[in-house]
């Protein structure tokens, strides 16, 4: 996630350009298209070092010790964090 720029810190990088440079859409459109997405990744059950499958199949999270998700393994919440081991 270090490439994500959070809106202040792209408010604090516009302000800091030179006040006599004049803006106009088009410049301004060039420049927030140019910022990486600030989308989180979804990280889904079957790749969460959390989720696991219980004997029949449904996946269930060990961090929240909850039934989330899907039987494909296609859920997700916010807790998740990607599972390391291959």
Not at 55 to 62: A, E, K, Y
Not at 66 to 84: F, K, L, P, V, W
Request: a negative charge; one cysteine or more.
């Amino acid at each position: 996630m270090s490439d994500l720029i959070e809106r202040q810190a792209a408010i604090d990088v516009l302000h800091g350009k030179d006040p006599s440079q004049i803006w106009d859409t088009a410049d301004i459109e060039v420049w927030v298209n140019a910022l990486p997405s600030a989308q989180p990744e979804i990280i889904r059950c079957k790749d969460c070092e959390y989720g696991e499958q219980d004997d029949i199949g449904r996946w269930f999270c060990n961090d929240l010790g909850c039934q989330i998700g899907s039987e494909d393994g296609s859920g997700y919440c916010a807790n998740a964090e990607r599972r390391t081991d291959d």
